[in-house]
């Protein structure tokens, strides 16, 4: 199976940015997309983005678009995100999952991360 452990979570001031990283091990196959998806308190889950294997293909959720960047590393098996003009509302719980498909959804990922929580302030 596939482990994946975020990091680079907290609390931070509306305006400002953080950046997360998902380092992923185990069973990994060249044909998996690398994502994020987020659970505020309350509400459904949320995607957020995704990444190709190759990182020639993005997708972003319209709430994140020109602020967020999603990135993969040199060997393919550690995703970023930079979030840049951070809102009170991008308050969530933010997960690191894997699909063997290329997705858009908060449904239908094959693994998930522990989670990490991010708090935008004000």
């Known amino acids: 199976q596939v482990q994946l452990v975020e990091s680079g979570g907290g609390l931070v001031q509306a305006g400002g940015s953080l950046r997360l990283s998902c380092a992923a091990s185990?069973?990994?196959?060249?044909?998996?997309?690398m994502g994020w998806l987020r659970q505020a308190p309350g509400k459904e889950r949320e995607f957020v983005t995704a990444?190709?294997?190759?990182?020639?293909?993005?997708y972003y959720a319209d709430s994140v678009k020109g602020r967020f960047t999603i990135s993969r590393g040199n060997d393919k098996n550690t995703v970023y995100l930079q979030m840049n003009s951070l809102k009170p509302e991008d308050t969530a719980v933010y997960y690191c999952?894997?699909?063997?498909?290329?997705?858009?959804?908060?449904?239908?990922?094959?693994?998930w991360g522990q989670g990490t929580q991010v708090t935008v302030s004000s």
């Open positions: 999952v894997v699909s063997f498909t290329i997705t858009v959804e908060p449904t239908g990922w094959d693994y």
């Open positions: 185990g069973r990994i196959f060249r044909t998996y997309t």
């Open positions: 990444i190709t294997w190759s990182g020639g293909s993005t």
